[in-house]
T-cell receptor, first 111, second 113 residues
Framework: GQQLNQSPQSMFIQEGEDVSMNCTSS?????WLWYKQDPGEGPVLLIA?????ELTSNGRLTAQFGITRKDSFLNISASIPSDVGIYFC???????????FGSGTRLLVRP | EADIYQTPRYLVIGTGKKITLECSQT?????MYWYQQDPGMELHLIHY???????EKGDLSSESTVSRIRTEHFPLTLESARPSHTSQYLC????????????FGPGTRLLVL
């Protein structure tokens, strides 16, 4: 079945550093979503991307929908301790209501 | 901020008990979903619904069942809980308009002893 490859699996960075993570697939998606999940909580939607090439920002977060429609990246600038959590990408394949989720990127920020 | 609620948030129960996990949303979304997630791992779709009286099994086989009698309510039931059912269960909903954007509830953490 379809799969999303999300990398890196984990990151341990210094407060103030920028962070970049990405998801790739062999399938073409028509929607890319980025979520953040805190321990014991549900994923919270950060950014939704609906068009190839689209670049969208939400505060210190920026995400792009790859031009080939097979990848997406999320950047976090000037990280702070509350950025700690697991970040998931999710993609919607054409003609399906279902989302496919990446395996997550665990972010740790050292104060 | 999504208005989707799950109860209970935490449940510890003995083997063989019947349990129902509640999920409700006040956004009028037609589509609702149940995912199972082990801590820190990826999400697996176990059930979904496109609207009232519509339910389908997801990609991950599950012994649970669901019902959708009202638009806002999508409960999940386990007739006889087992330790292998220990996990986090996440409910989500979406208002599909050509492109899918799902909003999640806070989850129910289930521990079966």
């Amino acid at each position: 079945g379809q799969q999303l490859n999300q990398s890196p699996q984990s990151m341990f960075i210094q407060e103030g550093e920028d962070v970049s993570m990405n998801c790739t697939s062999s399938s073409i998606f028509n929607t890319w979503l980025w979520y953040k999940q805190d321990p014991g909580e549900g994923p919270v939607l950060l950014i939704a991307l609906y068009k190839a090439g689209e670049l969208t920002s939400n505060g210190r977060l920026t995400a792009q929908f790859g031009i080939t429609r097979k990848d997406s990246f999320l950047n976090i600038s000037a990280s702070i301790p509350s950025d700690v959590g697991i970040y998931f990408c999710a993609g919607q394949v054409d003609s399906s209501y279902k989302l496919i989720f990446g395996s997550g990127t665990r972010l740790l920020v050292r104060p | 901020e999504a208005d989707i609620y799950q109860t209970p948030r935490y449940l510890v129960i003995g083997t063989g008990k019947k349990i129902t996990l509640e999920c409700s949303q006040t956004m009028g979304h037609d589509k609702m979903y149940w995912y199972q997630q082990d801590p820190g791992m990826e999400l697996h779709l176990i059930h979904y619904s496109y609207g009232v009286n519509s339910t389908e099994k997801g990609d991950l086989s599950s012994e649970s069942t669901v019902s959708r009698i009202r638009t806002e309510h999508f409960p999940l039931t386990l007739e006889s809980a087992r330790p292998s059912h220990t996990s986090q269960y996440l409910c989500a909903s979406s208002d599909y308009r050509g492109q899918e954007t799902q909003y999640f509830g806070p989850g129910t953490r289930l521990l079966v002893l």
